[in-house]
């Protein structure tokens, strides 16, 4: 499977962006996909996740309230809408697809996720 993330940019505090993330296999709707991030110096932490139908998500603590992860199977592709942007969401945002379970849940650990996409500079400004 080949993860493709894009939407990344330079914006200031309090702007809004849109990533996503294209997967390459047409089975991604029986995937379980995350949103991670690292920002230099720091390890890579989970963002948000969706479980495959996306009936469920998960978000980090720094992050609920502002972000919201969405898929569409149709099309292949995962999102992470993320609002009201700060200076330390500045990070390389990665998405992932693990194939850890065929339950209808999110899946919130690194480790379980088998595939990456190579990441999208996200700069916000103060």
């Known amino acids: 499977v080949q993860l493709q993330a894009s939407g990344g940019g330079l914006v200031q505090a309090g702007d809004s962006l849109r990533l996503s993330c294209a997967a390459s296999e047409g089975t991604f709707s029986s995937f379980a996909m995350g949103w991670f991030r690292q920002a230099p110096g720091k390890e890579r932490d989970i963002v948000a996740a969706i479980s495959w139908s996306g009936g469920s998500t998960y978000y980090a603590e720094s992050v609920k309230g502002r972000f919201t992860i969405s898929r569409d199977n149709a099309k292949n592709t995962v999102y992470l809408q993320m609002n009201s942007l700060k200076p330390e969401d500045t990070a390389v945002y990665y998405c992932?697809?693990?194939?850890?379970?065929?339950?209808?849940?999110?899946?919130?650990?690194?480790?379980?996720?088998?595939?990456w996409g190579q990441g999208t500079q996200v700069t916000v400004s103060s």
């Open positions: 992932a697809a693990s194939t850890a379970t065929s339950l209808d849940t999110v899946v919130a650990a690194g480790s379980y996720y088998d595939f």
